[in-house]
């Protein structure tokens, strides 16, 4: 079981940043991968960022080049770093952890962390 928990969240003005984090309460040091999620009101939540156990990572094509995503595995966070902020950014971002065993994939879910962009 893997327990995730969100913070940095907050309102921010168009072209700001915002530091999101999510503490693992177990090792998401191997076979994890990461990822952050939103979901605004009115609309379906969709992948944001993943990261890999080995590092690799994927963006959203509305993501790129303003965000980043990375994780130390030593302290089992995952980090969302998110500059020139947008308000079409503003929504509750989630943090995900998804393993696959054999044939089964198993996924975890934060609580979610509201981000507003907004001046």
């Known amino acids: 079981q893997v327990q995730l928990v969100e913070s940095g969240g907050g309102l921010v003005q168009p072209g700001g940043s915002l530091r999101l984090s999510c503490a693992a309460s177990?090792?998401?040091?191997?076979?994890?991968?990461m990822g952050w999620y939103r979901q605004a009101p009115g609309k379906q939540r969709e992948l944001v960022a993943t990261?890999?156990?080995?590092?690799?990572?994927d963006f959203a094509d509305s993501v790129k080049g303003r965000f980043t995503i990375s994780r130390d595995n030593a302290k089992n966070t995952v980090y969302l770093s998110m500059n020139s902020l947008k308000p079409e950014d503003t929504a509750v971002y989630y943090c995900?952890?998804?393993?696959?065993?054999?044939?089964?994939?198993?996924?975890?879910w934060g609580q979610g962390t509201q981000v507003t962009v907004s001046s």
């Open positions: 995900n952890a998804r393993r696959v065993i054999a044939t089964t994939t198993l996924y975890y």
């Open positions: 177990g090792s998401i040091s191997s076979a994890y991968t």
């Open positions: 990261i890999t156990s080995g590092g690799s990572t």
